[in-house]
């Protein structure tokens, strides 16, 4: 089953900091674009983070800037984000997305998708 798996999230005081993971099964991470996206409670999802498909480039949303770091482990088929100096704003549910395009018998397929989320919850 094809499916991202997200943990790490968590209860934390402000100026803490969480390490997310966002564990691929059924497939194998290779050249695909890879995002972050949260949730807050009653507003829609924005992305925070994301790593390109096609060159490896990484943006980060202007509000979670030098606070958040998002990684490859090729070796754990995951994709990790570090967050530090949490503040209460960044409190929400936290996706993982998967963008790519698979050769299945000749055919480029492409496939999104995305965990279940986890939830990050900062005190002040």
């Known amino acids: 089953q094809v499916q991202l798996v997200e943990s790490g999230g968590g209860l934390v005081q402000a100026g803490g900091s969480l390490r997310l993971s966002c564990a691929a099964s059924?497939?194998?991470?290779?050249?695909?674009?890879i995002g972050w996206f949260r949730q807050a409670a009653g507003k829609g999802r924005e992305g925070v983070t994301c790593?390109?498909?096609?060159?490896?480039?990484?943006w980060y949303g202007d509000t979670v800037k030098g606070r958040f770091t998002i990684s490859r482990d090729n070796a754990k088929n995951a994709v990790n984000l570090e967050i530090d100096s949490l503040k209460p704003e960044d409190t929400g549910v936290y996706y993982c997305?998967?963008?790519?395009?698979?050769?299945?018998?000749?055919?480029?397929?492409?496939?999104?998708?995305w965990g279940q989320g986890t939830q990050v919850t900062v005190s002040s």
């Open positions: 059924g497939f194998t991470l290779e050249d695909d674009a």
């Open positions: 790593i390109s498909g096609s060159d490896g480039t990484i």
């Open positions: 997305n998967i963008r790519g395009l698979r050769n299945i018998r000749g055919t480029l397929i492409p496939f999104d998708i």
